[in-house]
């Protein structure tokens, strides 16, 4: 029941699975890459799934839906979150433990069942769930639809209540802890980013997981009830089927009333991880830490009320696509704030270029180049020339995969010592951090000029259309670049593993940082500190300081302990602390006549 454990735990079933992930990515690539060959290692590895040395269309479909949903809701969910969450939440904030260190474990247990019940949906003689990762009906809706829309689509329904029940269950306990069990002198301006990204994200999943949970119930009932909240007027085989009066937008509008505030849900942390380690290895202040707060509360508001951008090809009225469209151009403003604060931390910073910096750096890169691309399918009227094409999957795979995908390693690589006690090998994460970088790119930038060319994305081949063929080298190109991504995930895999038990030993404060997790002894124990938890006394980011003996100064050193270092705004809540500030500046002014 220990978080640090728990920490532990939600980072190593996220690893596994988005290994899994990446291995499925890597054999739908093969196929676009390579439409016409055959490969007869596919058959030995995937047997009835591709006959005669080629992945079956049905099954292709498959590998695209399990691989999405296993990347944003198992690895970008719960791997970040899980991880970050329960690992730095009691020890930023100050707390022994968790608010309900049991239903913090019974929050990792629930997950990993949900990962278990999902990956066993390969092993059902229809094969898994077919139909994107978003599965719309009818093809989730009815379970004679295709292969994949039978068994294995209800696996992939179970597996996802009992995910949405782990996720509330931590969020309602990351909220508990930050609000109720936060050390003396922390109040909510002393937290670090992280903490703030992590609060507001557990705030979002609370109010927008049960929605996905209401969406799958109706599901479940039209596929095993025979109701007809998705489905009207649906011909199956040449059979008219008794359904009438549903409505698949329904199920879009239920299912987007989640999944885009999901996009935070990833995107966030990754955010308040980023924010923290580029102030540490700047060595200067975050700039603009109040901006970055209402920044990351402007996100958390608006991200219900843009779901609509995801629909904008569904027919609805031009009026409401107008007003979703207003709301999505405006969500992108606390956006750009972040953006503008992390390039003014970096600038002109005495930066050390750190694995995890490296990371955080890149994040910032991908949130840019692929946020970029969110303004022009924000558009409605350009969207419907871009909707469901490949210049989408270049769009969410740099902003939302790529830029949470490097906030992660870049927390793994940071806190590391924290973990695990000891440090990982820095020429491997470098060597990690340029491959994984450039092959991104190489993979996700291409794939924009596929989309502007009407290149429709979730297609099995595309050497049918004429006009299509001239991509096939560019996606050849892409498939290559992905298999030379994946095999460097393998390098970091050994770092990783042998890290724990060969590392070089960790010192208790490696990054010289000033938050609270690192009072604590490298070696754990529970409860986290060994005697009275620390008083809070200044907020987290006094780097360089102008006057002060070293450029850091942890939070839980008193501002009379630093005289020569205070300035009035460190006061504007202390008049008691003001006064001296203003006795010991009168006092040295004094000295310095006397001099």
Known sequence: MDHKMIAKQFLITGITMAVIAMILSILFRIQLAYPDKTFPLLTTLLGRFAPN??????????????????MVFFVLTAGLSGTFANLLIPLQVGARDMASPFMNMLSYWFFFLASVIMLSSFFVQKGPASGGWTIYPP??????????????????LISMVLFVASSL?????????????RTKGMDLWKMPLTIWALFLTAILGILAFPVLVAGVVLLIFDRSVGTSFYLSDIVLNGVQQPFEGGSPILFQHLF????????????????????????????????????????????????????????????????????FMITTLIIAVPSAVKTFNWLATLWRGNIRF???????????????????????????????????????????????GSAAIFGMLAGVYHWFPKMFGRMMDEKLGYLHFWLTFICAYLVFFPMHFMGLDGVPRRYYAFTEFASMQKWLTINTFVTWAAIIAALTQFGFLYNFFVSIFKGRKATQNPWESNTLEWTTPVEHLHGNWPGEIPTVYRWPYDYSKPG????????????????????????????????????????????????
Do not use: C
């Open 139 to 156: 093809l989730s809706a009815l379970p004679k639809a295709m292969p994949g829309s039978g068994e294995g689509m209800t696996l992939w």
């Open 548 to 595: 002060a003996e070293e450029d850091y100064i942890p939070q839980t050193v008193p501002y009379s302990q630093t005289m020569s270092s205070n300035v009035p705004h460190d006061f504007e809540d202390n008049p008691v602390g003001l006064e001296e500030l203003n006795k010991f500046t009168s006092t040295l002014k004094a000295n310095e006549q006397v001099k």
């Open 354 to 400: 750190t694995p995890a910096m490296l990371f955080a750096i890149g994040m910032v890169s991908f949130f840019i180049s692929g946020g970029l691309t969110g303004i022009f399918l924000g558009n409605a009227a350009l969207d419907i020339n871009l909707h469901d094409t490949y210049f989408v999957v270049a769009h969410f795979h740099l902003v939302m």
């Open 256 to 323: 987007w009333f989640l999944g885009h505030p999901e996009v935070y849900i990833v995107i966030m942390p990754a955010m308040g991880i980023s924010s923290e380690i580029m102030s540490v290895n700047s060595r200067k202040p975050i700039f603009g830490y109040h901006a970055m707060v209402y920044s990351l509360i402007g996100i958390t508001v608006l991200s219900f009320i843009v779901w609509g951008h995801h629909m904008f090809v569904t027919g609805m009225n031009p009026f409401l696509g107008g007003v």
């Open 169 to 181: 269950m931590g969020g309602i306990n990351y909220v508990s802890t930050v609000l109720n069990m």
């Open 53 to 70: 040395g080629r992945i079956s269309p049905d099954f292709y479909l498959a590998l695209v839906t399990i691989h999405g949903t296993i």
